[in-house]
C-alpha cells in the first residue's frame, strides 16, 4: 500500500502555536513545530513494515520547504528527498499523485480531489488526531 501524509495538522503541531502569517513563511518556525507523536509513530512504523510513504505538503516559500525539511530530518529521517513532495505556492496535491495510494490530510478540500480522482482519503478532522490505519 501506498500512504501520502500531509505535514501541518497530522504531523506536526502547527495550529496551536500559529499567530501570524509571517511564522508560516519562517524556516525556524516550521522546523521547530512539536509532533504529533502517535502519527509520528504510524508513519515510521507503516516504513519498517515496508509500506511505501510520501509527505505531499505545500510551503508559501522555499524557507518555510527547508524548516518543513528541517522537521523531517528531526523526526522521521526515514523519509528520503524523493519521498517528500513539497508544493510552494498553488497547486492541488492531486495533481502530485505518484502512484495510487492514501492520503491522510487535515484539509477536507484536498481529500475530496483526492477522491474525486479514484483514490482514498483518510480525514483527520481534529489537528493531531491519531491516524490509525
Given at each position: 500500500?501506498?500512504?501520502?501524509f500531509?505535514?501541518?495538522?497530522v504531523l506536526?503541531d502547527f495550529?496551536?502555536t500559529y499567530?501570524?502569517?509571517?511564522?508560516?513563511?519562517?524556516r525556524?518556525y516550521l522546523?521547530?513545530?512539536?509532533?504529533?507523536?502517535?502519527?509520528?509513530?504510524?508513519?515510521?512504523?507503516?516504513i519498517a513494515?515496508?509500506?511505501?510513504?510520501?509527505?505531499l505538503?505545500?510551503?508559501a516559500?522555499?524557507?518555510?520547504?527547508?524548516g518543513k525539511?528541517?522537521w523531517?530530518a528531526?523526526?522521521i529521517?526515514?523519509i528520503t528527498a524523493?519521498q517528500?513532495i513539497?508544493i510552494?505556492?498553488?497547486?492541488r496535491?492531486?495533481?502530485?499523485?505518484?502512484?495510487?495510494?492514501?492520503?491522510?490530510?487535515?484539509?477536507i478540500k484536498?481529500?475530496?480531489?483526492w477522491?474525486?480522482a479514484?483514490?482514498?482519503?483518510?480525514l483527520?478532522?481534529t489537528?493531531?488526531?491519531?491516524v490509525?490505519?
Amino acid at each position: 500500500m501506498t500512504y501520502y501524509f500531509d505535514m501541518d495538522g497530522v504531523l506536526a503541531d502547527f495550529h496551536s502555536t500559529y499567530t501570524e502569517r509571517a511564522q508560516a513563511l519562517s524556516r525556524d518556525y516550521l522546523a521547530n513545530l512539536a509532533p504529533f507523536v502517535e502519527n509520528v509513530k504510524t508513519v515510521r512504523n507503516l516504513i519498517a513494515h515496508g509500506e511505501k510513504v510520501y509527505i505531499l505538503t505545500k510551503a508559501a516559500n522555499d524557507d518555510a520547504k527547508a524548516g518543513k525539511i528541517d522537521w523531517l530530518a528531526k523526526y522521521i529521517p526515514e523519509i528520503t528527498a524523493e519521498q517528500f513532495i513539497c508544493i510552494v505556492g498553488y497547486g492541488r496535491k492531486v495533481d502530485y499523485i505518484r502512484e495510487a495510494g492514501i492520503l491522510v490530510d487535515d484539509d477536507i478540500k484536498n481529500i475530496r480531489q483526492w477522491i474525486k480522482a479514484g483514490f482514498e482519503g483518510y480525514l483527520v478532522e481534529t489537528k493531531g488526531a491519531a491516524v490509525i490505519l
